[in-house]
């Protein structure tokens, strides 16, 4: 008998524990939630193709609205950031821009949902995952990404254990509690207050996002099944493209190819491409500081430099805009000799824009648009694209401090002075695969990746080529 109660006091005592823990992350009791008590924001981009997408989103959302019968104030609320009035103009993207203005534009509900647009919410799924958490806590809940070691993008974070600390995967996207959205709206007000040095750099923003939560505000992501990529039947959330789907590819002869090299890297790193993307093409160009006719390279007599390349990337521009044999080309791509790309797959995301448009196009980084008046560019390594009347303005508008300017950020903050908005591709990346959460990159088809050291780019050459996954092989 005494071995039974103590059993059962043990039992009793860590049950206690559990609710104790459970409670002080806002989760156990069942809450009184409805439809209405969710703002849902989806980061969206003005780009026809993206705003377009977005839509899909806001169509679906709006049929089960219609389903469920929600009508009046009992409707939830959708915004896509790109057509929200009342945003400051950079950075939304970064998600703290959005909260120094929160309450000027977005009711105080309950809760706060963000997404990507290609997610796709199931509201009784969604809503029924709220009735266990308490919205007057720090709630903070997702589908939990890791890294499996410190990585670049990551600014090298979580040295002591990397695998620790998780990011939500904006794909299946997030919520938060209002306590949490109050308190990023008071500290957003006096920006030194806020103490927003670690996210100078804006490079993931859903990693950057997450760190602040847990430095500043005490609160980790609770990470939750019900928060999903590949869509099931528990799922109340999950992305719905893999890749996108407009059809045939572009014809090889509408895009053109600067790859940027100088001669230190002849021997190594072109070799690489050579063997690899440029088989892709007949519209490769070489540019060198070196005359190399094996290769061949042209020279623009810009001297090499060690640091940015900006004198030899505008003259790439400009030499393409200016010249006749470049008449009926649609789109540039700049890349560097070791950049690793497919440009198959290139050319089929390529079908989904048009090409008339004025369209900076790569993976979006930023410096200081946290802060919201800093400027996004597009991050060179994984390459960047522009179609052509938008190089034409680049060619007349834009001019390099110096040659050995960042290239990829002076583009941005000319871009940001002749108003064009970045396009971003979440295809496109600037790091190694590497790199990045092992997770993130498994379920998503890419594009390109960038760097050679400590890592084998014929083998990332060879993942780029392997088969886009049908949509629920993996279920
Ligand atoms: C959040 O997670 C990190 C691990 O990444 C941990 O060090 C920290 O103590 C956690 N914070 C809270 C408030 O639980
Ligand atoms: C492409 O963009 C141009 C320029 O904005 C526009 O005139 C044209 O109608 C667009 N084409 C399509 C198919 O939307």
Redesign the pocket.
Same mark, same amino acid.
Request: proline share 0%.
């Given at each position: 008998m005494a071995s039974f109660s103590n059993v059962s006091k043990f039992c009793l005592l860590a049950l206690t524990a559990l609710t104790t823990v459970l409670s002080a992350s806002g989760a156990g009791k069942q809450t009184d939630v409805t439809y209405k008590d969710i703002t849902f924001i989806v980061i969206s981009q003005p780009n026809t193709y993206h705003a377009n997408r977005a839509q899909l989103l806001k169509e679906d959302f709006e049929k089960q609205v219609k389903q469920l019968n929600l009508k009046g104030d009992d409707r939830p609320a959708l915004y896509l950031l790109h057509e929200t009035e009342g945003l400051p103009e950079l950075g939304a993207w970064t998600l703290f821009p959005v909260f120094s203005v929160f309450s000027n534009v977005f009711p105080s509900t309950p809760w706060v949902f963000f997404c990507e647009e290609e997610t796709r919410i199931k509201l009784p799924k969604l809503l029924n995952v709220l009735k266990g958490f308490d919205s007057s806590k720090d709630v903070f809940l997702g589908r939990g990404l890791h890294d499996s070691h410190i990585s670049i993008i990551h600014h090298f974070y979580?040295f002591e254990d990397p695998e /620790?600390?998780a990011f939500p995967d904006l794909r299946a996207g997030f919520l938060i509690s209002r306590p949490l959205v109050n308190r990023l709206a008071e500290m957003m007000i006096d920006l030194s207050a806020a103490d927003l040095n670690s996210v100078d750099f804006n490079i993931d923003p859903k990693h950057e996002f997450a760190r602040y939560l847990?430095e500043k505000l /005490?609160?980790?992501l609770t990470e939750l099944t019900e928060f999903c990529v590949l869509d099931s039947e528990d799922c109340a959330t999950y992305d719905n493209l893999r890749f996108p789907q407009c059809g045939a590819a572009i014809p090889d002869d509408d895009l053109s190819i600067a790859v940027k090299t100088c001669g230190k890297f002849h021997a190594d790193r072109v070799p690489v491409v050579k063997k690899t993307w440029d088989r892709e093409s007949r519209n490769i160009e070489y540019f060198s500081d070196v005359d190399d006719p094996s290769i061949p390279t042209i020279t623009l007599g810009i001297p090499n430099t060690e640091r940015g390349h900006c004198g030899k990337t505008m003259a790439i521009i400009r030499r393409a805009a200016e010249r006749k044999e470049f008449a009926g080309k649609k789109w540039l791509l700049i890349a560097d000799d070791d950049t690793i790309i497919s440009l198959h797959r290139l050319r089929l995301m390529l079908a989904c824009y048009n090409a008339s448009e004025e369209i900076a196009l790569g993976e979006r980084y930023g410096y200081m648009s946290a802060r919201g008046y800093g400027y996004d560019y597009i991050t060179g390594g994984g390459g960047m694209l522009f179609s052509w009347p938008l190089l034409e303005r680049l060619a007349k508008e834009c001019s390099c401090p110096s040659d050995d300017a960042p290239d990829d950020m002076i583009l941005g903050m000319c871009l940001k002075r002749i108003d064009v908005k970045i396009t971003h591709s979440p295809y496109i990346h600037q790091a190694r695969k590497e790199d990045y959460s092992e997770d993130f990159v498994k379920h998503r088809t890419h594009v390109s990746f960038h760097k050679h050291w400590d890592c084998d780019p014929l083998e990332t050459y060879k993942f780029l080529q392997t088969d886009v996954p049908s949509e629920h092989d993996e279920l």
């Open positions: 979580g /620790a600390f847990s /005490a609160t980790n």
